[in-house]
Nanobody, 124 residues
Framework: QVQPVESGGGLVQAGGSLRLSCVTS????????SGWFRQAPGKEREIVAA????????YYADSVKGRFTISRDNAKSTVYLQMNSLKPDDTAVYYC?????????????????WGQGTQVTVSS
């Protein structure tokens, strides 16, 4: 059973930084592409960033380009999301997801396994 578990959320002031971690249990983590999504109250879940299983290809939503960095350590079955220059608009529940895909998966429907989410709140 593949199960992502997020950690690292919290309350931070605008301009600050947070690092989210996602440990994925189960076998063959290295086979899975991983993505970070977020969902704010009253809004649809949206992709933030994604990374291929090999780590050699990444994708970022325009709203976070230049501020967020996704990375992974397959030996630790962990995906990270470094978030810098945070803005109040970044406030949301952040979810980690995993899937096996032939190409970079960017839509929530393409991901098979989801974590429970971690709250990120950015105060102005």
């Amino acid at each position: 059973q593949v199960q992502p578990v997020e950690s690292g959320g919290g309350l931070v002031q605008a301009g600050g930084s947070l690092r989210l971690s996602c440990v994925t249990s189960g076998r063959s983590f290295w086979r899975y592409d991983s993505g970070w999504f977020r969902q704010a109250p009253g809004k649809e879940r949206e992709i933030v960033a994604a990374i291929r299983w090999s780590g050699d290809s990444t994708y970022y939503a325009d709203s976070v380009k230049g501020r967020f960095t996704i990375s992974r350590d397959n030996a630790k079955s962990t995906v990270y999301l470094q978030m810098n220059s945070l803005k109040p608009d970044d406030t949301a529940v952040y979810y980690c997801a995993a899937t096996i895909s032939a190409t970079m998966a960017r839509r929530a429907q393409e991901y098979d396994y989801w974590g429970q989410g971690t709250q990120v709140t950015v105060s102005s």
